[in-house]
């Protein structure tokens, strides 16, 4: 309830300690552990209040999937999801999310260099979120199918539908602000 009027919230240069208990074997030594986690985690559950002014939600560093699923679930009314490529996210935990959050009033995603979404988390951000503008970048999605993709965007092109999946060229010689900075990351971790 401290956080209500919360517009925008970060991680970045986070560590998250959520247990994954599922990964326990229920014998006799885990079992004990395993009742306190789960009593714990349902306190913690039930005192959670969904965030109704925050606008903007930014998660760049690795994120247990349990507790991704939990934040993402209590943004209603986020505009903006900025997701970074060591989060973890993957068509599963969306899967988990839309049945208690649709993010209805969600304009933007951004989620770089995915490994684990496909065309159905594309599918159901479209479906769902009637106010999205962009999903960026759907290009750099490794197991997006590529000849899908094409469809949709002929499909968007001949129904006239203003929609960005992938980000714009920013100086004259092509290349992005983005794929500047990861040039220089990679030749920098080169060089070292």
């Known amino acids: 309830t401290t956080c209500q009027k919360l517009k925008y919230l970060g991680f970045?240069?986070?560590i998250f300690y959520h247990?994954?208990?599922?990964?326990?074997e229920d014998n006799p030594d885990n079992h004990l552990f395993i009742l306190q986690e789960q009593k714990l985690e349902q306190e913690l559950k039930s005192k959670l209040?969904?965030?109704?002014?925050?606008?903007?939600?930014?998660?760049?560093?690795?994120?247990?999937e349990k507790l991704l699923i939990t934040l993402l679930s209590l943004c209603i009314n986020v505009k903006k999801i900025n997701l970074g490529i060591s989060c973890g996210i993957t068509d599963s935990t969306f899967d988990n999310i839309f049945p208690t959050n649709k993010f209805q009033y969600l304009e933007e995603?951004?989620?770089?260099k995915n490994d684990e979404l496909t065309m159905k988390t594309l599918n159901n951000l479209l479906?769902?979120?009637?106010?999205?503008?962009?999903?960026?970048?759907?290009?750099e999605w490794s197991k997006l199918n590529k000849s899908d993709l094409a469809e949709l965007i002929f499909h968007m092109k001949e129904n006239n539908i203003d929609l960005v999946l992938q980000e714009k060229p920013e100086d004259m010689r092509?290349?992005?602000l983005?794929?500047?900075?990861?040039?220089?990351?990679?030749?920098?971790?080169?060089s070292t």
């Open 19 to 24: 247990p994954n208990i599922d990964i326990l």
């Open 109 to 112: 995603v951004e989620i770089k």
């Open 178 to 190: 983005y794929q500047i900075c990861q040039t220089a990351q990679t030749e920098q971790y080169q």
């Open 127 to 139: 479906l769902y979120c009637d106010n999205i503008r962009s999903i960026l970048d759907v290009t």
């Open 12 to 14: 970045s240069g986070c």
């Open 174 to 176: 092509g290349v992005s």
């Open 49 to 64: 209040v969904p965030f109704i002014d925050l606008t903007v939600i930014s998660i760049v560093n690795p994120c247990p």
